[in-house]
């Protein structure tokens, strides 16, 4: 069994910052990709970030220049740090594991930008 869990959400005023952390814990014989989707209210859920075992990341333009995915492959630790915030970016922080052909979703951490 794989368990995956999420930290770091909170309240942040716009134009500031927050790191979201995800760990990936259990039977874990290689991770092929970890990726971080946001759902807010009424809205489909979306990619935020993606990184690739080999380390290549992928951003939508929404986010791109203020977001950066990084891992440790050691300890099955995604990282998000988010930096210039802004009101749109609230939502619930789901973070995504591909683990062979199985992919595994945390429980989902929210982030609130307001004044």
């Known amino acids: 069994q794989v368990q995956v869990a999420e930290s770091g959400g909170g309240l942040v005023q716009p134009g500031g910052s927050l790191r979201l952390s995800c760990a990936a814990s259990?039977?874990?014989?290689?991770?092929?990709?970890m990726a971080w989707y946001r759902q807010a209210p009424g809205k489909q859920r979306e990619l935020v970030a993606a990184i690739a075992s080999g380390g290549r990341t992928n951003y939508p333009d929404s986010v791109k220049g203020r977001f950066t995915i990084s891992r440790d492959n050691a300890k099955n630790t995604v990282y998000l740090q988010m930096d210039s915030l802004k009101p749109e970016d609230t939502a619930v922080y789901y973070c995504y594991v591909w683990i062979l052909s199985t992919t595994y979703w945390g429980q989902g951490t929210q982030v609130t930008v307001s004044s």
């Open positions: 259990g039977s874990i014989p290689r991770i092929n990709a």
